[in-house]
């Protein structure tokens, strides 16, 4: 469900935990962490939409309809 550590460092390009949190900020990934360890958990479905170049800024639930507002 989630990268290993592994990935994560081969995707960011840090093996240090903190330099790994840090490139997912800059590059708006979001992650969680709470383990003990303190690494962030990508989930692995993201990563994979990510680079298959989805739309991931809306949410799944988030459904897509007209836009009513007025321009000025």
Known sequence: ????RQELMALT???KR???????DRHGWPYATGRLDGWPRVLR???DER???????RSRNQKAGPN???SP
């Open 18 to 24: 903190s330099a790994v949190i840090g490139w997912l």
């Open 51 to 57: 680079l298959m170049g989805v739309d991931t800024s």
């Open 13 to 15: 390009g840090y093996t």
């Open 68 to 70: 009513w507002t007025v």
């Open 1 to 4: 469900m989630y990268l290993k």
């Open 45 to 47: 479905r993201y990563h």
